[in-house]
């Protein structure tokens, strides 16, 4: 089969949208006809090598469609599903799964080398090999994923808005709620409110944070954060740092989300947090990469993010008012300028 897609070929390299041999699926694989895929800060990461992979590769890793055709062994799929596709596959058995941490699960492995999870390659050009971000490439026409990687959605649901819950919604939320861990009464500062950072927000209001500041230079993303549940937000770290002196009477925050694109120190981040948050609950949480590389820095409350939330088999239909948000949501972190987080 013949595909479409938006390859990288090296480092520094421009995206390139090139003509692929797409492979059959393979036991407990899906062929998946995108229908909509999310820009995120994390395709260019691919672009700067910031985070390190192998070359060339098919980019996108937010991304929701239809499935077109199972391979062997699927059980939990059939052609004409709709589905959103989760940027770290989840088998659901192995020991990470069976302990609620399905964002380490085994089949993530070789996420680097953005083979499949059998170690082969589904894509194709002039006799090399073509990767896929995230297992998915998502910036092609269609793709063949591991089943794992796909979670089943109603039908009515819109597709354009689902493809954002692949990455960055789940991220940001998971960032406040699971790697932040807030709670009700505290004070949460987010830093960089982008796709990821607009969803920390999110989380950390839905926590029952007192008060969530919210951090960024571009004045319409501070606003669309006081929307989505932000009480007071800052076009710096000085003027962040300011308010959480006067909001906690000089005690500081129990939370710092990092949510910025790439980051060179986190000083000003650790000084929002509180003494005894240092020492005990409070965390500073980087959702990002530095400009060395991907590091997972951990202290005594530093902790390195990777998909915070715990991806479930079957994304449950949600409150209507998600429907009633979801074209709001879109415009409001689906159509920027390019400055994703």
Request: a negative charge; hydrophobic letters at 45%; aromatic letters at 6%.
């Amino acid at each position: 089969m013949k595909t479409k897609a938006a390859v990288l070929r090296g480092i520094g390299q421009d995206w390139e949208v090139t003509e692929l041999e797409l492979d059959p699926p393979k036991a407990n694989e899906v062929l998946i006809r995108f229908v909509a895929a999310g820009l995120c800060h994390s395709d260019d990461h691919l672009r700067t090598g910031d985070i390190p992979v192998r070359y060339p590769i098919v980019g996108g890793h937010e991304g929701a469609g239809v499935i077109e055709e199972v391979g062997a062994g699927v059980s939990r799929l059939k052609p004409g599903d709709h589905v959103v596709c989760s940027f770290l596959p989840t088998c659901g058995h192995c020991r990470f799964c069976a302990q609620g941490m399905t964002n380490l699960c085994d089949l993530g492995a070789l996420f680097v080398d953005n083979c499949l999870p059998d170690g082969t390659f589904r894509f194709h050009a002039d006799g090399e090999d073509f990767g896929q971000m995230c297992l998915l490439g998502t910036f092609s026409q269609r793709s063949v994923v591991s089943e794992h990687s796909c979670i089943k959605i109603d039908d009515d649901l819109p597709l354009e808005t689902v493809a954002l819950v692949g990455c960055g919604v789940p991220t940001g939320w998971g960032t406040a709620v699971n790697a932040g861990g807030v709670r009700p009464g505290d004070t949460t500062v987010i830093y960089g409110i982008g796709g990821v950072g607009i969803n920390a927000v999110q989380g950390a209001a839905f926590a029952g944070a007192r008060n969530v500041i919210a951090v960024d230079p571009l004045e319409f993303k501070r606003e669309h954060a006081m929307e989505f549940g932000a009480t007071h937000v800052a076009a710096d770290a000085a003027a962040a740092q300011e308010l959480v002196t006067e909001l906690t009477r000089g005690v500081g925050a129990d939370q710092a989300l990092i949510t910025v694109g790439v980051i060179v120190n986190l000083a000003s981040a650790w000084r929002y947090v509180r003494l005894v948050s240092q020492l005990n609950r409070g965390q500073v949480v980087r959702r990002c990469v530095s400009k060395q590389g991907v590091v997972v820095a951990m202290s005594l409350a530093l902790l390195g993010m990777l998909m915070a939330i715990y991806m479930v088999r079957v994304l449950p239909r949600p409150p209507d008012t998600l429907h009633a948000q979801s074209a709001h949501m879109s415009a409001s972190i689906g159509d920027h300028d390019g400055r994703f987080r």
